[in-house]
Protein backbone atom coordinates (compact mmCIF):
# COMPACT_ATOMS: atom_id res chain seq x y z
CA UNK A 1 0.00 0.00 0.00
CA UNK A 2 1.66 3.45 -1.20
CA UNK A 3 0.46 6.57 0.66
CA UNK A 4 1.15 9.61 -1.51
CA UNK A 5 1.70 13.20 0.07
CA UNK A 6 1.81 16.45 -1.54
CA UNK A 7 3.65 19.56 -0.75
CA UNK A 8 4.18 22.96 -2.58
CA UNK A 9 1.11 24.52 -2.52
CA UNK A 10 0.31 28.08 -1.74
CA UNK A 11 -0.99 31.94 -3.54
CA UNK A 12 1.00 33.10 -5.94
CA UNK A 13 0.22 35.92 -8.52
CA UNK A 14 -0.18 34.84 -12.37
CA UNK A 15 2.90 34.22 -14.22
CA UNK A 16 4.74 33.18 -11.42
CA UNK A 17 5.88 29.56 -10.30
CA UNK A 18 5.09 27.21 -8.19
CA UNK A 19 6.81 23.58 -7.46
CA UNK A 20 4.28 20.63 -6.42
CA UNK A 21 5.96 17.48 -4.75
CA UNK A 22 4.47 14.19 -4.09
CA UNK A 23 6.33 11.97 -1.73
CA UNK A 24 5.88 8.38 -1.36
CA UNK A 25 6.09 5.72 1.14
CA UNK A 26 4.72 2.00 2.39
CA UNK A 27 5.66 0.48 -1.10
CA UNK A 28 8.34 0.66 -4.16
CA UNK A 29 7.76 3.57 -5.86
CA UNK A 30 9.57 3.07 -8.50
CA UNK A 31 7.09 0.28 -10.07
CA UNK A 32 4.64 2.87 -10.47
CA UNK A 33 3.68 5.82 -13.34
CA UNK A 34 3.07 8.88 -11.51
CA UNK A 35 0.06 11.06 -12.48
CA UNK A 36 -0.71 14.73 -11.44
CA UNK A 37 -4.62 15.99 -11.77
CA UNK A 38 -6.01 18.77 -10.63
CA UNK A 39 -9.71 19.91 -10.04
CA UNK A 40 -11.47 23.01 -9.77
CA UNK A 41 -14.79 23.94 -8.04
CA UNK A 42 -17.59 22.94 -9.52
CA UNK A 43 -15.19 20.80 -12.06
CA UNK A 44 -14.47 17.36 -12.61
CA UNK A 45 -10.83 16.13 -11.66
CA UNK A 46 -8.61 16.64 -14.78
CA UNK A 47 -5.67 15.29 -15.90
CA UNK A 48 -2.44 17.62 -15.80
CA UNK A 49 0.52 15.14 -16.43
CA UNK A 50 1.64 11.40 -15.80
CA UNK A 51 5.54 10.44 -16.05
CA UNK A 52 6.42 7.12 -16.28
CA UNK A 53 8.37 4.68 -13.42
CA UNK A 54 11.97 5.16 -14.99
CA UNK A 55 10.85 8.64 -15.99
CA UNK A 56 11.57 8.12 -19.74
CA UNK A 57 8.15 9.22 -20.89
CA UNK A 58 6.11 11.54 -20.28
CA UNK A 59 3.17 13.25 -21.07
CA UNK A 60 1.13 16.70 -20.46
CA UNK A 61 -2.43 18.24 -20.98
CA UNK A 62 -2.84 20.54 -24.09
CA UNK A 63 -3.76 23.35 -21.17
CA UNK A 64 -0.33 22.88 -19.47
CA UNK A 65 2.16 21.81 -22.03
CA UNK A 66 5.31 23.99 -22.24
CA UNK A 67 4.47 25.60 -18.82
CA UNK A 68 4.85 22.72 -16.66
CA UNK A 69 7.61 19.65 -16.44
CA UNK A 70 6.66 16.65 -14.56
CA UNK A 71 9.69 15.15 -12.90
CA UNK A 72 10.97 12.24 -10.08
CA UNK A 73 13.15 11.10 -7.46
CA UNK A 74 12.99 7.25 -7.33
CA UNK A 75 16.08 7.17 -4.86
CA UNK A 76 14.05 9.99 -2.90
CA UNK A 77 10.40 8.74 -3.47
CA UNK A 78 9.16 11.58 -4.97
CA UNK A 79 7.54 13.18 -7.55
CA UNK A 80 7.85 17.02 -9.12
CA UNK A 81 5.39 19.21 -10.65
CA UNK A 82 7.16 22.19 -11.75
CA UNK A 83 4.72 25.10 -12.96
CA UNK A 84 5.83 28.20 -14.61
CA UNK A 85 3.64 30.99 -16.01
CA UNK A 86 0.67 30.16 -14.32
CA UNK A 87 -2.36 31.36 -14.90
CA UNK A 88 -5.33 32.49 -12.78
CA UNK A 89 -7.54 29.27 -14.63
CA UNK A 90 -4.67 26.68 -12.91
CA UNK A 91 -5.94 27.49 -9.77
CA UNK A 92 -7.29 23.94 -8.09
CA UNK A 93 -6.49 21.85 -6.16
CA UNK A 94 -3.72 18.67 -7.30
CA UNK A 95 -3.51 15.49 -6.75
CA UNK A 96 -0.99 13.38 -7.17
CA UNK A 97 -1.46 9.45 -8.04
CA UNK A 98 0.16 6.50 -8.75
CA UNK A 99 0.10 3.14 -10.82
CA UNK A 100 0.25 0.76 -13.22
CA UNK A 101 -0.33 3.35 -15.69
CA UNK A 102 0.29 6.38 -17.68
CA UNK A 103 -3.25 7.28 -18.74
CA UNK A 104 -4.91 10.36 -18.36
CA UNK A 105 -8.36 8.45 -17.10
CA UNK A 106 -8.65 9.10 -12.99
CA UNK A 107 -9.94 5.60 -12.53
CA UNK A 108 -6.72 3.96 -13.86
CA UNK A 109 -4.73 5.06 -11.09
CA UNK A 110 -4.64 3.22 -7.33
CA UNK A 111 -3.46 5.64 -5.02
CA UNK A 112 -3.71 8.98 -4.64
CA UNK A 113 -2.47 11.58 -2.52
CA UNK A 114 -5.21 14.24 -0.28
CA UNK A 115 -3.97 17.21 -2.50
CA UNK A 116 -2.35 20.64 -2.30
CA UNK A 117 -4.17 23.83 -3.07
CA UNK A 118 -3.21 25.95 -5.42
CA UNK A 119 -4.57 29.81 -6.28
CA UNK A 120 -3.31 32.17 -8.80
CA UNK A 121 -4.21 35.38 -8.63
CA UNK A 122 -4.69 37.75 -11.21
Known amino acids: QVQLVESGGGLVQAGGSLRLSCTASGGTFGVYGMGWFRQAPGKEREFVAA????????RYSDSVKGRFTVSRDNVKNTGYLQMNSLKPDDTAVYYC???????????????WGQGTHVTVSS
Open 51 to 58: ISRLGITK
Open 97 to 111: AAGYTLESRPRDYDY
